[in-house]
Structures are given as structure tokens and as C-alpha cells.
T-cell receptor, first 115, second 113 residues
């Protein structure tokens, strides 16, 4: 069975400082991992994805994540936070397409950005 | 632009009054999903379609039904909404032959009075 654990339910940073949102995964397959962002009353937007290519994945809006198999981690980072980054972030692993292709969500991390 | 569209964005219904939420997509994806998301929680999968093949999650209440008349459209019917059904409802799609990311619509916020 696959699972995802987001280690922080709430992260607060000042504008212009680095962002780190932590995610650990468990998977019996070679995983496909994603970070989605959700702004209030909006749908989920894909930030970036890892699908067994490069371990350092670059996404939109300056975000990136590094897949570390030895640590079973897929942490999301950004060098400099912007006020518009304040949102809910979900780390997600997908069931292989040969199974159900379902997404397994972490519980989410709320990112607060202070002026 | 190809996309996933949900209508309406906000829906208010009365306790016990049937309501239908709609989702359409221009991506021509075979697989469509319906999620329920309550405040401060992750989305919870209700059911999904592989083409016309319907797959219900084991813990989805019977009160929730779905229809997919064609590739582009999918409907969520709540037969007798309760106060506990107030939530954001998200539709998502993906191509059948490619796992991984799903493409989400903007969601419908359902209020039950």
C-alpha cells in the first residue's frame, strides 16, 4: 500500500525567506509523486511531478522538489517566498496506472507568508 | 485552452432537496474522478469512471450517485443532501494510458441550508 505523510500541518515564513514543506512517502512500487497547490475556494493546481526521471524536479512559480529514495522523501522548496504563495499544499503519490491510478493525498500543509 | 470546467461554482440547496453538480472536459481524457473536500481536509475520492466503467469507493454513501453520458460530461447527483454534505466537490480527469497527474476543475462549493 502507498501512503504519504506531510510532516507539518502549518508553516509560517516571512516574505523573501526560503520555504521548505516536508513530505515522506511509502510505496511498494517506483512511485510517481506530485505537489499540488490549492488557493482558497479554488481547485488543485499541479506544481511539479516526479516520474522516475531526474531526481531534482523544477516546477512552476520557482518551486522545486528533490526525490530522495534513501530517505523516502520528496520535500518542496522555494528560495524566496512571495505573498501569493500563501495556500494549502498537498504532497501526493499515485497508484500505478496498471492498478487504479488513484491519487493518495497527504493531509496538507498550510503555508502562511508574513509581510 | 483545454480544461476541466465545473458548474456552478457555488451551489446552495436545502436539506433533503436533490442537487446535481456538473463537470465537463475538453481534454478528451478517458478517466474522470469526483472528490469531496471538507474544510481543512485533503480531497476524498467518491468514485471514478474508466470510460463508462463506473467504480464506486467502498465508503461512498448511497446518497451519492454519478452519471457519465459521454466522454466530455460527468454529473454528481446528491439525492437527499444532509448538512454533512456541505463541502467543495472537485472533478478531475486523466488519460487512460498514462498514470500520474490528474487535471482538476475549479470545484463547486456546496452549501446545505
Amino acid at each position: 500500500a502507498q501512503s504519504v505523510t506531510q510532516l507539518d500541518s502549518h508553516v509560517s515564513v516571512s516574505e523573501g525567506t526560503p520555504v521548505l514543506l516536508r513530505c515522506n512517502y511509502s510505496s511498494s512500487y517506483s512511485p510517481s509523486l506530485f505537489w499540488y497547490v490549492q488557493h482558497p475556494n479554488k481547485g488543485l493546481q499541479l506544481l511539479l511531478k516526479y516520474t522516475s526521471a531526474a531526481t531534482l524536479v523544477k516546477g512552476i512559480n520557482g518551486f522545486e522538489a528533490e526525490f530522495k529514495k534513501s530517505e523516502t522523501s520528496f520535500h518542496l522548496t522555494k528560495p524566496s517566498a512571495h505573498m501569493s504563495d500563501a495556500a494549502e499544499y498537498f504532497c501526493v503519490v499515485s497508484d500505478p496506472p496498471g492498478n487504479t491510478g488513484k491519487l493518495i493525498f497527504g493531509q496538507g500543509t498550510t503555508l502562511q507568508v508574513k509581510p | 485552452d483545454a480544461m476541466v470546467i465545473q458548474n456552478p461554482r457555488y451551489q446552495v440547496t436545502q436539506f433533503g432537496k436533490p442537487v446535481t453538480l456538473s463537470c465537463s472536459q475538453t481534454l478528451n481524457h478517458n478517466v474522470m474522478y469526483w472528490y469531496q473536500q471538507k474544510s481543512s481536509q485533503a480531497p476524498k475520492l467518491l468514485f471514478h469512471y474508466y470510460d463508462k466503467d463506473f467504480n464506486n469507493e467502498a465508503d461512498t454513501p448511497d446518497n451519492f450517485q454519478s452519471r457519465r453520458p459521454n466522454t466530455s460530461f460527468c454529473f454528481l447527483d446528491i439525492r437527499s443532501p444532509g448538512l454533512g454534505d456541505a463541502a467543495m466537490y472537485l472533478c478531475a480527469t486523466r488519460p487512460l494510458d498514462r498514470g500520474g497527474e490528474q487535471y482538476f476543475g475549479p470545484g463547486t462549493r456546496l452549501t446545505v441550508t
